[in-house]
């Protein structure tokens, strides 16, 4: 399946200019920012892009991936509300995506299977600020299996994203930088989900 990843874009900033605006306005249903400890907790799909230097113009769905997103910090009601902590991700990668991902890296791996152990997580620290915009950075593995037993691949990682409330549930787009330590090529993925706020 292709779709053109221009029209993808174009719905999802409208779509986040419009909730912003609202927010602003008042008319979306949200709660005044919680003062104290706040958990975080949602599922989000991810969109493995690949390389910076990759061509954004097609959509392939077997770059899509699936992740749990997890934040747990303290918020204060300071201005418009800003959260400091620790953001953790946690999925699975596909074997397309893997198989990209060790050929970027330029690891090669002889009849890599798929299996559970195709996961990756991710621990950032980080803040948000005024219950709309994430920064964090940190680090991350990617476990995957090979004939000659598990392995994994380590790296750093760096996320910017935009998270749209709607009282005790947020809508997050997320974009997330890997590079450095066992990755020799930076590579791009973007999620989307929701978040529930506990």
């Known amino acids: 399946m292709k779709i053109d990843l221009?029209?993808?874009w174009v719905v999802l900033f409208s779509s986040a200019s419009f909730f912003s605006y609202a927010q602003e306005q008042?008319?979306?249903v949200q709660n005044q920012p919680r003062?104290?400890?706040?958990?975080?907790?949602?599922?989000?799909?991810n969109y493995f892009q690949g390389q910076q230097s990759d061509s954004y113009e097609e959509f392939n769905s077997k770059r899509i991936n699936?992740?749990?997103?997890?934040?747990?910090?303290?918020?204060?009601?300071?201005?418009?509300?800003?959260?400091?902590?620790i953001f953790g991700t946690g999925g699975y990668s596909n074997k397309f995506t893997l198989d990209e991902i060790l050929s970027i890296?330029?690891?090669?791996?002889?009849?890599?299977?798929?299996?559970?152990?195709n996961t990756f997580y991710q621990i950032e620290g980080g803040m948000i600020v005024?219950?709309?915009?994430?920064?964090?950075?940190?680090?991350g593995s990617q476990d995957y299996s090979a004939p000659s037993g598990d392995e994994s691949i380590d790296y750093l990682s760096?996320?910017?994203g935009?998270?749209?409330?709607?009282?005790?549930?947020?809508?997050?787009?997320?974009?997330?930088?890997?590079?450095?330590?066992?990755?020799?090529?930076?590579?791009?993925?973007?999620?989307?989900?929701?978040?529930?706020?506990?």
């Open 6 to 8: 221009k029209i993808v």
């Open 105 to 117: 890296q330029n690891i090669n791996v002889v009849d890599l299977e798929s299996s559970s152990y």
């Open 66 to 85: 699936f992740q749990l997103n997890a934040f747990l910090g303290y918020s204060s009601m300071s201005g418009n509300g800003n959260s400091i902590g």
């Open 162 to 198: 935009l998270m749209i409330n709607f009282g005790n549930v947020m809508w997050n787009m997320d974009a997330n930088f890997n590079y450095g330590l066992d990755y020799s090529h930076s590579i791009i993925k973007f999620s989307t989900g929701l978040v529930f706020i506990f």
């Open 35 to 45: 003062t104290g400890i706040v958990l975080h907790l949602g599922p989000s799909i």
């Open 130 to 139: 005024s219950n709309i915009l994430r920064l964090s950075t940190g680090f």
């Open 158 to 160: 760096s996320t910017a």
């Open 26 to 28: 008042g008319l979306s």
